[in-house]
């Protein structure tokens, strides 16, 4: 088999690595796309950035994710990643429907999921952890779109797709960015998010958890979320943010952003799902991986797994819970290719 993970540089990305080779200090800030079950190839390498290669750091490196992205990061910023990848992995590989679950069943599911990856310290040890600074990306919905009825729900998200496929700005008539970040020296700038209407709000262990379930609440599947201490509704950070294209580098010129990814492409924001022709913006800093087509074809069903799969095996739980497992286990297969090319500091060979 050719190389399960594939890297792809911008073109600052590509010169610092191939004059430098790729260090943890050189990291600007770490971005984790919205996704639901296709995380699950990326926990091995989770498990290795986390758990051993950033062990080392020592400046601040903001965490930024949108939906699974936030709940990945929220794990990975604990004092044991290690075990909080472990609780997430289990809970979210474990959660079950009879039929076709109401959206407040799977909001009551993913808070639960929510409650046991934080457990009793979590939210004090994301928010002393000595370098990452988390950044939750929510949308707060405005007008119909925070309605959970169907009926006004449809209505305004067919208005929101409507406006986002003349101009990707006008989306924010009906969504606007909320992040939730880490208030310590090594946040990220304003600047760093642009457009949205976006508002930075402080993260604290009081909002930690509602942030975390809103960022994750897909419209439809799951009700609209509350946030402590804030006004209005909120929604899944991935309607704005799907596959983060950001300018997280901040003011750091030759800042990576480094983006373990489970697709071969950077869509902005979930509706431009709908706008083939609009293209990533910022990703000049990156340095994104991901499985190989070919690695993937080798997986259960010859895809990642994803949100279809509750209809794909729906009343045969114990089957999709036995492939999901085998899709996170085989996920060290791309962590030992990427350990073997950090040992050997060739990465730049395979950009």
């Not at 020592?58 to 604990?78: D, E, H, N, T, Y």
């Not at 407040?104 to 046991?116: G, L, M, N, S």
Request: with cysteine; hydrophobic share 40%; aromatic share 8%.
């Amino acid at each position: 088999m050719k190389a399960p993970l594939i890297f792809k540089a911008g073109a600052t990305a590509r010169k610092v690595i191939e004059q430098d080779g790729l260090h943890l200090q050189q990291l600007a800030a770490i971005a984790g796309a919205a996704g639901g079950p296709k995380w699950l190839v990326l926990a091995g390498l989770d498990r290795l950035l986390f758990g051993q290669w950033l062990q080392g750091r020592s400046a601040p490196l903001p965490l930024v994710g949108a939906s699974i992205g936030s709940w990945r990061f929220a794990a990975v910023a604990q004092a044991d990643p290690l075990a909080a990848i472990d609780r997430l992995e289990h809970g979210y590989i474990h959660q079950c429907y009879d039929g076709q679950p109401s959206p407040r069943q799977v909001t009551t599911t993913a808070r639960d999921i929510i409650i046991d990856l934080l457990g009793d310290r979590g939210g004090s040890e994301i928010l002393s952890h000595p370098w990452a600074r988390l950044h939750i990306i929510t949308a707060r919905a405005l007008g119909w779109t925070a309605y959970d009825s169907p009926l006004r729900m449809s209505a305004g998200f067919a208005a929101a797709i409507a406006l986002n496929t003349l101009h990707r700005p006008l989306l924010s008539r009906f969504l606007q960015r909320r992040v939730f970040g880490d208030p310590r020296p090594g946040k990220l700038p304003s600047f760093a998010f642009p457009g949205f209407n976006t508002e930075l709000p402080a993260l604290t262990q009081q909002n930690l958890a509602d942030a975390l379930l809103a960022s994750g609440s897909i419209p439809f599947v799951m009700e609209s979320v509350n946030i402590h201490g804030q006004g209005g509704r909120y929604r899944d950070g991935g309607m704005v943010d799907y596959h983060i294209d950001l300018p997280l580098q901040g003011d750091r010129d030759n800042g990576l952003v480094l983006m373990p990814h489970f697709s071969d492409q950077v869509i902005p924001g979930w509706l431009d799902k709908y706008v083939p022709w609009r293209r990533a913006e910022n990703l000049d800093n990156y340095l994104i991986m991901h499985p190989s087509a070919e690695w993937v074809a080798s997986l259960p069903n010859g895809k990642i797994p994803d949100r279809t799969d509750f209809k794909r095996y729906q009343g045969n739980d114990a089957a999709r819970i036995r492939d999901w497992q085998s899709v996170a286990r085989r996920s060290e297969e791309l962590a030992e290719f990427l350990a073997e090319r950090l040992e050997k500091g060739d990465l730049s060979h395979y950009l």
